[in-house]
């Protein structure tokens, strides 16, 4: 059956900014962190996570965590686990969990097309009833698996938000992939309802520096950004 790809925020440390405050301010305070945390102020709280993000001290960021939910194609878990820092990640497994939901994800440039779309639905139940009969057969689920196309996965993934705020800036970026972009935007929106300080800049290097790594490889949005200016 088709899915589509999600983001979902499950949980998040408790009072996102005011950590990232009170770490920032520790480094030039006499006082406990305890003590720092309490006395400040929304705006106090508001001001220094802006200074810590503007000035590049993200070092700060790292105090706070979300938790999200995800589910994907395994191509796109593949590109996702890539990022080694500040990230954690557990996976269903396929060696444990029989894939007798068979869910997958359709790329919309294949979806758009009738007979590509068809090819793709009828070459996915083929290998869904391959891979139940191996299953019947006695093959255990971690060989049946060998059969299967890139199909839908789960995975749970913790980023600080230093690293979350990069994963954000590689992935909403045009030149990464369609689904990984889905991805990097609804955790995006997700943050910003809970930390809007933090993430109020976070984006692609064209948003966030008004520039673009990609070179010849460019989207082209740059130019469009820079013609408003
Ligand atoms: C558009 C796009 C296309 C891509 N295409 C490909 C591709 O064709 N093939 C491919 O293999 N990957 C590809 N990638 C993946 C990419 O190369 C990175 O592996 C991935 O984005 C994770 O980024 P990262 O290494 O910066 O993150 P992290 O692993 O989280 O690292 C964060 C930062 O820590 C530092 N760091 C981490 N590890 C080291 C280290 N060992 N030594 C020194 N510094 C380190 C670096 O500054 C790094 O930026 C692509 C990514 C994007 C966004």
């Known amino acids: 059956m088709e899915v589509k790809p999600k983001a979902e925020l499950i949980d998040y440390t408790d009072n996102p900014e005011r950590n990232v405050a009170t770490a920032a301010r520790l480094c030039y305070s006499k006082k406990g962190a305890a003590q720092l945390n309490e006395e400040m102020s929304r705006e106090k709280v508001e001001d220094l996570v802006r200074k810590v993000v503007g000035m590049g001290h993200t070092s700060t960021l790292e105090h706070t965590y979300f938790f999200f939910h995800v589910q994907c194609s395994r191509v796109t878990s593949h590109q996702i686990v890539r990022q080694r820092i500040g990230t954690s990640y557990s996976q269903r497994s396929q060696r444990y969990v029989t894939e007798d939901n068979f869910d997958y994800i359709i790329p919309p440039k294949i979806k758009k097309n009738e007979k590509a779309h068809k090819m793709f639905k009828d070459k996915m139940e083929d290998l869904e009833d391959t891979y139940l009969e191996l299953i019947e057969m006695g093959i255990p689920k971690e060989d049946a698996r060998f059969i299967l196309p890139t199909i839908k996965t789960n995975i749970v993934i913790s980023y600080n938000?230093?690293?979350?705020?990069?994963?954000?800036?590689?992935?909403?970026?045009?030149?990464?992939?369609?689904?990984?972009?889905?991805?990097?935007?609804?955790?995006?929106?997700?943050?910003?309802?809970?930390?809007?300080?933090?993430?109020?800049?976070?984006?692609?290097?064209?948003?966030?520096?008004?520039?673009?790594?990609?070179?010849?490889?460019?989207?082209?949005?740059?130019?469009?950004?820079?013609?408003?200016?």
Do not use: Y
């Open 161 to 229: 938000a230093r690293s979350l705020m990069h994963f954000i800036r590689l992935r909403t970026c045009n030149r990464a992939q369609w689904e990984i972009r889905i991805l990097a935007r609804q955790m995006l929106k997700e943050v910003k309802k809970v930390a809007p300080v933090i993430f109020e800049n976070a984006g692609p290097p064209c948003e966030t520096d008004g520039e673009c790594p990609e070179g010849d490889l460019s989207c082209g949005k740059i130019d469009k950004i820079k013609e408003k200016q």
